[in-house]
């Protein structure tokens, strides 16, 4: 299937900080990008979708001034966590479609973001 | 089945059993199911899905049922293995192609 990366791996910061987390489509281009969050021994939640050339699309009760999306390229989503408190501390995911395989196919996700607020 | 809160229901199988998970859905207007496997530290890996006009679908060694009636999904894995040891979710493709995920099945796999 198609590979998608995200970088860091997992980050450290200091409270009050913005970390930048980056996405990337590796053997396609993706004209959108979805960017989800995980609470330990939580499910995945949808926090905005990423459109290539576009403003991003966020869920009810995510902020888009905290968390600030930029769809550059169509490789390449960046997720910045703006001001990070301890509660932003997460598992940060992202997703992308292979448009190759058409609308109703599966969204391949990259291997996460632990980000630790302390 | 699904989990509330911080509760991830747990699945205990032999190794070489069949496994049974088992996802109910919200929306009857989905189209398209998914099931993801995770494994710990590490994102959902795409494991089987089915359109709404199926109501079964087979892979290697797993096999998924989608019930429209009683918008119930299930996904099944035969013999399985050690490696199959991980967190299993559905997902339901919404409007907007957007994806909603279910609450999590654990999978232990006693040698």
């Known amino acids: 299937g198609a590979v998608v990366s995200q970088h860091p791996s997992w980050v450290i910061c200091k409270s009050g900080t913005s970390v930048k987390i980056e996405c990337r489509s590796l053997?396609?281009?993706?004209?959108?990008m979805f960017w989800y969050r995980q609470f330990p021994k939580q499910s995945l939640m949808l926090m905005a979708t990423?459109?290539?050339?576009?403003?991003?699309?966020?869920e009810q009760g995510v902020e888009k001034d905290k968390f600030l999306i930029n769809h550059a390229s169509l490789t390449l989503s960046t997720l910045t966590v703006t001001s990070a408190h301890p509660e932003d501390s997460s598992f940060y995911i992202c997703?992308?479609?292979?448009?190759?395989?058409?609308?109703?196919?599966?969204?391949?996700f990259g291997p996460g973001t632990r980000l630790l607020v302390l | 089945g699904e989990s509330v809160g911080l509760h991830l229901p747990t699945l205990s199988v032999q190794e070489g059993d069949n496994s049974i998970i088992n996802c109910a859905y919200s929306?009857?207007?989905?189209?398209?199911f998914i099931w993801y496997k995770q494994e710990s530290g590490k994102g959902p890996q795409f494991i089987i899905d089915?359109?709404?006009?199926?109501d079964k679908r087979q892979g290697q060694r797993v096999t998924v049922l989608l019930n429209k009636t009683v918008k119930h999904l299930s996904l099944q894995i035969a013999a399985t293995q050690p490696g199959d040891s991980a967190v299993y979710f559905c997902a339901e493709n919404t409007a907007g192609n957007k994806l909603t995920f279910g609450g999590g099945t654990r999978v232990l796999v006693k040698p």
């Open positions: 990423s459109n290539e050339g576009s403003k991003a699309t966020y």
């Open positions: 053997d396609f281009q993706a004209t959108t």
């Open positions: 089915i359109r709404s006009n199926m």
């Open positions: 997703s992308a479609r292979d448009p190759r395989r058409g609308l109703l196919e599966t969204q391949y």
């Open positions: 929306n009857s207007a989905s189209d398209y």
